[in-house]
């Protein structure tokens, strides 16, 4: 029996629709391997900088900001960070403009910020922290 025009166009959209089901499950999957893989960057990153700074675990989350902010977004930090990346393709411009744009508020004088980090030790106990020395 040949089928109507009504139950082709029905079908069609039957179709369609199991389609856009599979594009959302795909997109899912996606997102889901993407925040998997960040997980798994930051644990391991973090586990590294208290590998080798134990200190760092016994500090708030503000004193940790106040030395990421001061102890590696300098310009030594992104100039070493800019030679780490090189050319393999990884875009750091975003986010180095970011974080630059949001420490610009930063009532911290640059000369306190040293070009390298042997030049001077930084000091978090102002924060209540532990003291990095350089």
């Known amino acids: 029996m040949a089928k109507t025009t ?17 594009k959302k499950q795909l997109i899912q999957k996606d997102k889901k391997a993407e925040r998997t893989a960040r997980t798994r960057r930051l644990c391991s990153r973090h586990g590294l900088l208290e590998k080798f700074m134990p200190d760092l675990a016994a500090i708030t989350d503000e004193q940790f900001e106040t030395f990421i902010r001061k102890g590696i977004n300098t310009s030594y930090g992104q100039k070493l960070l800019a030679e780490i990346v090189g050319d393999t393709g990884a875009s750091t411009t975003k986010q180095t403009v970011e974080i630059t744009t949001s420490t610009a508020t930063n009532t ?3 000369s306190t910020q040293s070009a390298h980090p042997n030049d ?4 978090a106990k102002a924060d209540g922290g532990a ?3 350089g």
């Open 108 to 110: 911290t004088p640059k």
């Open 6 to 22: 009504a139950e082709k166009i029905a079908n069609k959209e039957a179709q369609i629709q199991k389609l856009l089901n599979e």
């Open 120 to 123: 001077t030790a930084l000091s």
């Open 131 to 133: 003291t990095v020395e």
